[in-house]
């Protein structure tokens, strides 16, 4: 009898051994398709200028890193009350993500993006983002955007960056 027992306990651990490699790929998949449908719901808040969606996305104590280097938003209330007044008229700033790349903690608890955005009026731009798994949810706990600027015209670009901040130390 106590042998019936071991070999049950080993069938028992061969079997959830074969579960959690065999699940394993699904609940990346899943973990993925939910952080992609998350951030482009992100994107689609801030089109459509749905601000409570919008901040939603986020942790209680979540930041937004804008392109000047003065924008650290956090979100309350600093980000929130810029968003309440940009989004008031019913217009809010539209990126389509073209290229992102996700990846994962090791405990899956926490997941980091890279993404390539375009702006038709302002061009392309980088967001970045660190998220956080709250129970089954996942939250942007940091998002920073960065413009990107083609190597051919650095240097104008950098010269220009340049004049602006020597003319806002002046001032």
């Keep these: ?3 019936d027992n071991v070999v049950i306990r080993k069938i028992i651990f061969v079997i959830s051994l074969v579960l959690a490699f065999w ?15 998350l951030i482009d719901g992100f994107h689609a808040a801030a089109a459509n200028a749905d601000r409570d969606r919008y901040l939603g996305y986020f942790t209680k104590d979540g930041i937004f890193m804008g392109t000047d280097d ?3 938003w956090p979100l309350n209330p600093d980000f929130t009350k810029y968003v309440s007044e940009r989004f008031k008229g019913g217009k809010g700033w539209t990126y389509k ?12 608890e926490v997941a ?3 993404e390539i955005t375009k702006s038709e009026k302002w061009g392309l731009f980088r967001g970045t983002g660190v998220l ?20 051919e015209v650095w240097v104008e670009v950098s010269d220009l960056a340049k004049a602006a901040v020597k003319k806002r130390e002046k001032e």
Aim: net charge negative; no cysteine.
């Design 97 to 108: 993500a073209i290229e992102r790349h996700i990846a994962f903690s090791p405990d899956r």
């Design 132 to 151: 956080l798994k709250q129970g089954d949810n996942w939250k942007i706990a940091h998002y920073s955007m960065s413009v990107l600027v083609p190597n």
């Design 70 to 72: 003065w924008e650290r």
């Design 112 to 114: 980091w993006f890279d």
């Design 23 to 37: 699940l394993s790929p699904a609940v990346a998949s899943d973990d993925k398709a939910a952080i992609n449908d």
């Design 1 to 3: 009898m106590f042998q």
